[in-house]
């Protein structure tokens, strides 16, 4: 029998809201309170710093930051420094591994294997890149990858950059990497694509991907 996954939309929310809700939600999985369950959601402007990042990859001050409206969080997830902010699709799965794979790389070839199928659906030839985390296209990143797990329950998970500002990545050295870009779907087809559109597609090979079963339509809650 498939594991059971519940889709839940947040829309726009705040990204400290949105760990707090994690966090809840890691605790009631791995008591078996809840399914397997998959945040979406779109942040106001932020960098987040992982476990293995520094504040001096950012590359420009404070006050130009703020003069944006570019937050900053050190976080506990893998990985180093990225960037979420409208325009982009931020997903949150929370997984019991004991009912898949208690293997994080498994986990994280898994997220890289939903967008490049995801990708090949929209007709763009997508990649990994050996040694580095995330999805690429040519040598741009389009999908950012950063996980946390407790007790084998997974948190944090993936940036998909549907249409972000993306001279926001200018301002940091995203994840560390000098010698590679960052893109996105609009830059690459030049035209407007929903969100409503590409959430269909993540949520179809997510699903396939893990082998889990979808409990209904993706739920929106505020």
């Known amino acids: 029998m498939r594991p059971k996954l519940e889709v839940i939309d947040l829309g726009k929310k705040d990204y400290q809201q949105t760990y707090q809700l994690q ?3 890691v605790k009631k999985r791995a008591n078996n309170e809840i399914t397997d369950t998959l945040l979406l959601v779109e942040h106001p402007p932020v960098f987040t710093i992982g476990r293995s990042g520094s504040r001096d990859n950012i590359t420009v001050s404070q006050a130009a930051l703020k003069e944006v409206g570019i937050s900053v969080y050190e976080t506990n997830r893998g990985g180093d420094i990225t960037y979420h902010g409208p325009g982009q699709l931020v997903g949150y799965p929370i997984l019991n591994l004991k009912e898949h794979q208690q293997d994080l790389h498994w986990l994280l070839r898994n997220y890289e294997e939903v967008f ?12 990994r890149i050996e040694e580095l985390t995330g999805v690429w296209v040519g040598e741009k990143k389009i999908t950012a ?18 249409a972000p500002n993306l001279e ?23 035209a407007e694509i929903k969100r409503e559109e590409i959430i269909k597609l993540v949520i179809k090979q997510f699903i396939e991907v893990f082998e889990m079963e979808l409990m209904d339509n993706e739920q929106q809650i505020s």
């Open 145 to 162: 990858i950063g996980i946390g797990v407790k007790h084998w329950v997974t948190y944090h998970g993936f940036a998909f950059n549907i």
């Open 168 to 190: 926001h990545f200018n301002y940091i050295i995203p994840c560390g990497i000098v010698d590679k870009g960052v893109t996105s779907l609009k830059e690459l087809l030049a």
């Open 23 to 25: 966090l809840e939600l």
């Open 116 to 127: 490049i199928r995801v990708l090949k659906d929209l007709g763009i030839k997508a990649k």
